[in-house]
């Protein structure tokens, strides 16, 4: 349970400081797509309509969020924003919906989006650069890019190891997989017009746990 909740707005950016018992964490906000150049460049109109949510906890990552508000931009968009998540990452699936009233939310799922969930930038831990081409020692068992990853020694070297939040501390964890959120409507993302790779597992979010289940076992 968060115990305070401090609001910071700096000129173009928020900053959500966040204390209680067992953490301090500082979310940085700024309305605008901070992703990298490298990207391709036809996604560059879409900045605009974009946020970047930049995390400092002992998970470390970057979000960016673009807001769609029509169908042909998110369409044409959509190649290459699903071509950006990592071999065999997710793909979460939420529906638009109203944030609670009278309470900050980071994640808001107001309107139709697609969210990034990537490596944080320039940021590094005990000597080694965060970010591809990640080691073969970052891997799961069954081969795949770990979500998470920490610094450890494989054959007394230091190296990228797997990490897993909420199994006790492993120091700081940093994003290494890419996964891809669809915020869906219906009309603007609509995952009957749109192609997903063949070998995409999914994260159906839609519904409450509960609901879910009482639907799969009528």
């Known amino acids: 349970m968060y115990r305070y909740m401090i609001k910071l707005s700096v000129s173009a950016f928020l900053v959500l400081i966040i204390l209680s018992p067992a953490t301090f964490a500082i979310t940085r906000i700024e309305e605008t797509g901070r992703w990298p150049q490298s990207w391709p460049k036809e996604l560059e109109p879409l900045r605009q309509n974009a946020r970047t949510i930049e995390t400092a906890t002992m998970i470390h990552e970057d979000i960016y969020e673009i ?15 699903i071509g950006l998540k990592s071999k065999g990452g997710p793909l979460i699936i939420n529906k638009v919906e109203s944030s609670p009233p009278n309470q900050v939310v980071i994640f808001s799922n107001d309107v139709p989006a697609v969210r990034i969930f990537t490596s944080p930038a320039g940021s590094g831990s005990g000597g080694l650069t965060v970010g591809p081409p990640w080691p073969s020692s970052a891997m799961t068992p069954e081969g795949r890019l770990s979500e998470y990853v920490g610094s450890g020694e494989v054959n007394g070297k230091k190296t990228w190891i797997p990490a897993t939040p909420g199994k006790g501390f492993q120091g700081f964890m940093f994003r290494a997989r890419v996964d891809v959120e669809l915020i869906i409507d219906g009309k603007i993302i609509d995952l009957n017009r749109i192609r997903i790779p063949s070998d995409t597992p999914i994260i159906d979010k839609r519904w409450p746990v509960e609901e879910h289940k009482s639907e799969t076992t009528e």
């Open 67 to 81: 807001h769609f508000k029509d169908r042909d931009t998110f369409e044409r968009s959509w190649p290459l924003l």
